[in-house]
Antibody
Framework: QVQLVESGGGVVQPGRSLRLSCAAS????????MHWVRQAPGKGLEWVAV????????YYADSVKGRFTISRENSKNTLYLQVNSLRAEDTAVYYC??????????????WGQGTLVTVSS | DIVMTQSPDSLAVSLGERATINCKSS????????????LAWYQQKPGQPPKLLIY???TRKSGVPDRFSGSGSGTDFTLTISSLQAEDVAVYYC?????????FGGGTKVEIK
C-alpha cells in the first residue's frame, strides 16, 4: 500500500531554515510527480510546490517562490522541501502528496500524515 | 490564478439525508482536448490528512462509498452525499488542476443535525 511519511518539522525562528523530507513506499516513486501542500492551523489547504517524476521540472506558489526548493532523490524514494527565510505565515502542517496522473498537475491521490512547522521567536 | 469558491461554509444534515456542497471556479476547468473537467473533491476529518474522493469532477476513487458523487462542468460543480452517515462528518474541499497554481476552495464543514 502507498505510504508517505514526512519528517523534519519543528519550531524555528523567523529567518531560519529547515529541510522537510517525505519517505515514499508502495508505488513506483520515480514514475510520479510529487507535491507539497500546507495547511495553517485552523485554515484551508494551500498548494506549495510540485516536482516532475525525474526532477526536471518544478513549480511553486508565488507565496514561497525564491524561498522554498523542492527536490527528490529517486534512488532513496524520498522527496524534500528546503524552506528558507521562514516567516510567521509559513507556520503550517506540511503534507507531501502523490500526483494522481502523469502530468505535473493533477489530483492528489495519496497524502502523508504531515509534519508541523512552527515559525516563532 | 483560478479562484475556487465553495458554498456553503458549513451545513448540518440529519443522518440519512442528502448533503450538497457547491464549488465554483473563476474560469473554466474543462479541458477541450479530452472533454474532462480538472476538478477534484477531498474529505478531511479532524486530525487527519485530506483524502481524495472524486477526480475528473465525477470519477469516484476506488474504495470510496457510492453515496459520494460529483457532478458539474465548466465552472460549476457539486459534491453530493446521498445519505449522510456519522462517519461523513468532515471538511470537504474542491480543487482545480486545470492550471498552475493548483488551487483549493475554502472548505465546507459538514455536521450532523
Amino acid at each position: 500500500q502507498v505510504q508517505l511519511v514526512e519528517s523534519g518539522g519543528g519550531v524555528v525562528q523567523p529567518g531560519r531554515s529547515l529541510r522537510l523530507s517525505c519517505a515514499a513506499s508502495g508505488f513506483s516513486f520515480s514514475s510520479y510527480g510529487m507535491h507539497w501542500v500546507r495547511q495553517a492551523p485552523g485554515k484551508g489547504l494551500e498548494w506549495v510546490a510540485v516536482i516532475s517524476y525525474d526532477g526536471g521540472n518544478e513549480y511553486y506558489a508565488d507565496s514561497v517562490k525564491g524561498r522554498f526548493t523542492i527536490s527528490r532523490e529517486n534512488s532513496k524514494n524520498t522527496l524534500y522541501l528546503q524552506v528558507n527565510s521562514l516567516r510567521a505565515e509559513d507556520t503550517a502542517v506540511y503534507y507531501c502528496a502523490k500526483d494522481g496522473g502523469t502530468s505535473l498537475g493533477s489530483s492528489f491521490d495519496y497524502w502523508g500524515q504531515g509534519t508541523l512547522v512552527t515559525v516563532s521567536s | 490564478d483560478i479562484v475556487m469558491t465553495q458554498s456553503p461554509d458549513s451545513l448540518a444534515v440529519s443522518l440519512g439525508e442528502r448533503a450538497t456542497i457547491n464549488c465554483k471556479s473563476s474560469q473554466t476547468v474543462l479541458y477541450s482536448s479530452n472533454n474532462k473537467n480538472s476538478l477534484a473533491w477531498y474529505q478531511q476529518k479532524p486530525g487527519q490528512p485530506p483524502k481524495l474522493l472524486i477526480y475528473w469532477a465525477s470519477t469516484r476513487k476506488s474504495g470510496v462509498p457510492d453515496r459520494f458523487s460529483g457532478s458539474g462542468s465548466g465552472t460549476d460543480f457539486t459534491l453530493t452525499i446521498s445519505s449522510l452517515q456519522a462517519e461523513d462528518v468532515a471538511v470537504y474541499y474542491c480543487q482545480q488542476y486545470y492550471g498552475n497554481p493548483l488551487t483549493f476552495g475554502g472548505g465546507t464543514k459538514v455536521e450532523i443535525k
